[in-house]
């Protein structure tokens, strides 16, 4: 009876120590059946790296021998076997130098934001914009001189900016010497009216030579012909001759006033046809292969908005400027209503359509200045540089000449980190050792594996050893020398 009371009562203790031992079992039988793959990924594969020198590398903590910093750690990358996905390209470009493919993990590419695109062949339009300045046409200007000496007698005209027509008058000018003239021309007059009545042909015919002569020098004076009619009508010279608007439009310099004296050298007033006018735009030098004579282009001016005009260029100048660095180009625009003012800054436009091209996003090219780089997506998180030749651009859109093809998939967006990537790459493969050098068997105590131990300087062979010098400081005043 007691065996059995004792039994009962130890039965709870024997059942946990049975099933401690079951569970023991089934963790080391667990254990040694396990994976190795699980196993490597249960361990932390890192690894520390110089940040001064990324070619050194140690397995454990510690300072770099090169440069003394600490060293920092970084996960191991891990090697995947996968190659490039198959039909992505097809073969491999060249090598750019100073930069390598790289392969980021899904993780990595959704952090820096990567997006890719393809290399499409379609029409491309480049649109140049730029400002220039109204002018007045130069062929439809007018300038009004006399070709005798005089007075101004009076002044049709009283301030610039008048508009006028052709044919009205402007002002009247007294010359001595042109009513000298009209007193000449109708002396011929007479004689010519008494000599045709002549029996001698040789003397009609002098009378009216001479009255061709006086006619023909009145001519020559711009006197026009309603003029002479008036002088010969009136039997007696005008002291004053009118001069009158050679073209429409308006009065842009008005130089004289009333009673001024002026002569051939001395400009009266510039009229100015607004019916058509110049604008001189100013075009960047990147554009100029693009800006053609007989080009259509449209016009804009901030007094109109919504509104705006069609012009053509019908002269592009020799020269760049110095200066601004621009070639200038002249546009010819029809005014109708005068709306457009010599003097007015305006916008213009011209599309210039390039036909189909191998095109890439503006933002896929890298431009480090001497070169221009495109990362290509391999397939399987592989990114490989290649270097193109670019063309013209768009807002949105490049030209690629040379090193890409049409339906090649590329990087849009994120490459700027892939190419620091890239790049660092290619500077940790040129900084590992050649494979066959020969490395030094011997390492100095302490040094880091994978450091390079510190070399001795070699001695002659049978030199004796150097024997330590000792060096002494002279005693100062109160104090036993050292």
Not at 163 to 174: A, E, T
Not at 186 to 198: G, M, P, T, Y
Not at 217 to 238: H, N, T
Request: overall charge positive.
């Amino acid at each position: 009876m007691t065996m059995l009371r004792l039994m009962k009562r130890r039965w709870p203790l024997v059942l946990v120590m049975v099933l401690a031992l079951g569970a023991g079992g089934l963790y080391i039988a667990c254990g040694r059946h396990m994976p190795p793959a699980s196993k490597q990924a249960s361990k932390a594969k890192v690894i520390y790296r110089c940040p001064m020198h990324p070619g050194y590398t140690s397995e454990k903590p510690g300072d770099c021998p090169i440069c003394g910093m600490k060293l920092v750690p970084v996960r191991k990358e891990q090697q995947v076997a996968h190659a490039p996905a198959a039909g992505t390209v097809a073969e491999a470009g060249p090598m750019v130098a100073g930069q390598a493919a790289v392969q980021l993990s899904p993780e990595k590419q959704q952090l820096i934001g990567v997006r890719t695109g393809v290399v499409e062949r379609a029409p491309l339009t480049k649109v140049i914009r730029t400002v220039g300045q109204i002018t007045a046409d130069e062929t439809r200007i007018s300038r009004v001189y006399t070709k005798v000496e005089g007075w101004v007698d009076k002044l049709y005209v009283n301030f610039t900016g008048d508009q006028v027509r052709k044919g009205q008058p402007l002002l009247s000018i007294y010359s001595p010497e042109l009513v000298a003239t009209q007193e000449e021309y109708l002396l011929a007059l007479r004689a010519q009216k008494r000599l045709q009545e002549s029996p001698f042909e040789e003397v009609a015919e002098g009378g009216r030579s001479l009255l061709a002569a006086s006619r023909r020098r009145l001519e020559l004076w711009d006197v026009p012909e309603s003029e002479i009619r008036r002088i010969e009508k009136a039997g007696q010279p005008i002291k004053t001759i009118t001069l009158y608007a050679p073209t429409s439009g308006f009065v842009m310099e008005k130089s004289v006033l009333e009673g001024q004296k002026v002569d051939s050298a001395t400009p009266l007033m510039m009229v100015a046809d607004l019916g058509s006018v110049w604008m001189q735009a100013e075009f960047y030098e990147a554009d100029v292969p693009l800006v053609h004579v007989g080009e259509r282009a449209k016009v804009t001016v901030n007094s109109y908005p919504g509104k705006s005009w069609s012009g053509t260029i019908d002269y592009v100048y020799p020269a760049v400027d110095p200066q601004t660095r621009t070639l200038r180009g002249r546009l010819r625009i029809a005014n109708p209503g005068m709306v457009l003012r010599p003097g007015m800054y305006a916008n213009v436009m011209i599309e210039n359509r390039l036909g189909y091209q191998v095109t890439v996003p503006r933002e896929a090219v890298l431009n480090s200045g001497e070169r221009k780089i495109v990362f290509l997506d391999r397939g399987n998180g592989y990114f490989e540089p290649r270097e193109v030749v670019t063309g013209q651009a768009t807002d949105d859109r490049i030209e690629i000449k040379s090193g890409l093809e049409a339906g090649e998939r590329i990087v849009t967006s994120g490459n700027f980190l892939i190419d620091s990537e890239s790049r660092l790459k290619s500077a940790i493969q040129g900084m590992e050792p050649m494979p066959g050098m020969a490395m030094g068997k011997a390492k100095a105590a302490g040094t880091p594996p994978g450091a390079t131990a510190p070399r001795e300087r070699a001695k002659p062979a049978g030199a004796a050893p150097k024997a330590a010098e000792k060096k002494s400081m002279p005693g100062m005043p109160g104090m036993p020398g050292m």
